[in-house]
């Protein structure tokens, strides 16, 4: 099985920045996409941004210049560099992961980080 272990949320001032990181641990042959969700209060949960083993991306269009995901292979570990908050940005943020675990392709979840962005 595989393990996220998220970290870097906390409390910031609108415009200030926060770096997310997500490790992956266990048993696994490869991890394929990493990407980010987040869920506001009384909101369905969103994809934030996405990088595939290759690093190619894609973002939420709101997000778009202010953040940037980025990963190490090495290491498996996805970071979400978010720069410009706002108050909007307010969620608990979710690092998910899919992994070919033999002999099959599955999808995994971090615990979740907070981020507070206040005004």
């Known amino acids: 099985q595989v393990q996220l272990v998220e970290s870097g949320g906390g409390l910031v001032q609108a415009g200030g920045s926060l770096r997310l990181s997500c490790a992956a641990s266990?048993?696994?042959?490869?991890?394929?996409?990493m990407a980010w969700y987040r869920r506001a209060p009384g909101k369905q949960r969103e994809l934030v941004a996405a990088i595939t083993s290759g690093d190619s991306t894609n973002y939420l269009d709101s997000v778009k210049g202010r953040f940037t995901i980025s990963r190490d292979n090495a290491n498996n570990t996805v970071y979400l560099q978010m720069n410009g908050l706002k108050p909007e940005d307010t969620a608990v943020y979710y690092c998910?992961?899919?992994?070919?675990?033999?002999?099959?392709?599955?999808?995994?979840w971090g615990q979740g980080t907070r981020v507070t962005v206040s005004s």
């Open positions: 266990g048993r696994f042959f490869s991890i394929n996409t």
């Open positions: 998910h992961a899919v992994a070919l675990v033999q002999p099959t392709l599955a999808g995994y």
